[in-house]
């Protein structure tokens, strides 16, 4: 692992464990809102570092709906970050907490799976090219032959 991508991961964790301490600190009450609003924001960060770190740079780069995969993860992650912790300070019905959140997870699993599981197409050759180059090398060794 270069030395980039080393800082940048230590940074993701010192921030999101920094993240967890004053969390705990600051809430007294920890109820159903609140953990259904940390499992969201968990798993926002997961797939930031998922993102980040694990996937090829060819598919990092691939554009969906416009952006760049680790762009339209990061722009997931701010999204979940800011309503997943204001929802954790208000104690409200389960489904106003999980509703909102887990649409907002949906539309971006939507776009991101598809570029996670389509292909690389980035070094693929044409197949009309590979069967121009067969018959060409055949028809010159046919000629080499009748030689």
Same mark, same amino acid.
């Given at each position: 692992?270069?030395?980039?991508?080393?800082?940048?991961?230590?940074?993701?964790?010192?921030?999101?464990?920094?993240?967890? !301490?004053?969390?705990?600190?600051?809430?007294?009450?920890?109820?159903?809102?609140?953990?259904?609003?940390?499992?969201?924001?968990?798993?926002?960060?997961?797939?930031?570092? =998922?993102?980040?770190?694990?996937?090829?740079?060819?598919?990092?780069?691939?554009?969906?709906?416009?952006?760049?995969?680790?762009?339209?993860?990061?722009?997931?992650?701010? !999204?979940?970050?800011?309503?997943?912790?204001?929802?954790?300070?208000?104690?409200?019905?389960?489904?106003?907490?999980?509703?909102?959140?887990? !649409?907002?997870?949906?539309?971006?699993?939507?776009?991101?799976?598809?570029?996670? =599981?389509?292909?690389?197409?980035?070094?693929?050759?044409? !197949?009309?090219?590979?069967?121009?180059?067969?018959?060409?090398?055949?028809?010159?060794?046919?000629?080499?032959?009748?030689?």
């Amino acid at each position: 692992m270069d030395r980039k991508k080393l800082q940048l991961g230590l940074g993701f964790g010192v921030f999101f464990v920094a993240y967890l !301490i004053v969390l705990f600190l600051v809430t007294n009450n920890l109820h159903t809102s609140f953990w259904v609003s940390l499992i969201f924001v968990v798993l926002a960060f997961l797939f930031m570092t =998922i993102a980040f770190f694990f996937v090829s740079n060819e598919k990092r780069k691939k554009q969906v709906v416009g952006l760049p995969v680790t762009t339209m993860t990061v722009m997931y992650f701010v !999204i979940e970050f800011i309503m997943g912790t204001i929802f954790m300070f208000f104690d409200v019905e389960f489904v106003w907490v999980f509703v909102p959140q887990f !649409i907002v997870f949906v539309l971006f699993l939507l776009c991101f799976m598809p570029a996670m =599981i389509s292909e690389n197409n980035y070094k693929r050759e044409p !197949i009309e090219d590979k069967e121009v180059k067969d018959t060409t090398e055949t028809k010159t060794k046919e000629n080499k032959e009748e030689e």
